[in-house]
């Protein structure tokens, strides 16, 4: 698929990511579930799906007919980055045939030594058709991104890193800073909990916008629901 017609797929529309960790109630081993997740996203209008491994994204594209943005949480010992860090999970992802492949873009050390832009010169030597989304944390992270010629920029990791700041809920002015200085299309994502929350951020001028933990982290969300109940004392 072209970029244009990802784009064109993707603008103003809604990106649901569907993962599950090892550590979480709804990870298992043979997988099964996060398809099911991504059949209801698909029902319920979603453009796209974000998937972790390459067994859900191939088990949701046997069921589920929409774009897939891939990746692949890998920690490795001398690496703070985990989300595609090495050329390993890159060629997974491009066998899996992802329509576009999301690699973090931050100030975390790598275990290879590189810097983010140099991986992403590699990735587009080897593969040069290849969509990368890059999943960033700061403002600084996005135009070195857009600078190493990324295709999409993602505001996954914002609060992730030493130089990013957490906010509780979504950070609308890291989405309204790279907007005002960024020509590549921005990808919103983290810690949007609510409709009204990710109506906002494609106001500020985000392409489309990408939710997962309110939509497929029951965990989650019962946690917050039960933090606010407990406010009552």
Known sequence: MTKEKLLEIFKN?????????????????EGGVMPLFAKAA???????????SVRDILQIKALV?????????????????????????????????????AVEFTSHTREDKQSPS???????????D????????TLQDACAAEAAGVDFLGTTM????????MTDGPNFELVKQITAVCKAPVF???????????RKMLELGA????????ITRPREITDRFVREIKKIG
């Open 13 to 29: 529309g809604l990106i649901v990511s569907c993962q599950a960790l090892p550590h979480e109630p709804l990870y298992r081993e």
């Open 42 to 52: 698909e029902e319920a209008g979603a453009v796209g799906i974000r998937a972790n």
């Open 65 to 101: 007919g929409l774009p897939i943005i891939g990746l692949i949480k890998q920690n490795y010992p001398n690496s703070e980055a985990y989300i595609t860090p090495t050329m390993l999970e890159v060629e997974a992802l491009v066998e899996a045939g992802c329509e576009a492949i």
């Open 118 to 128: 140099a991986f992403i010169a590699q990735i587009k030597e080897r593969y040069p």
């Open 130 to 137: 290849v969509l990368i989304m890059a999943d960033c944390a």
């Open 158 to 165: 914002g609060g992730y890193t030493p130089d990013s700041m």
């Open 188 to 198: 919103a994502e983290g810690r949007i909990h609510s409709p009204e929350q990710a």
């Open 207 to 214: 392409h489309c916008v990408i939710v997962g933990g309110a």
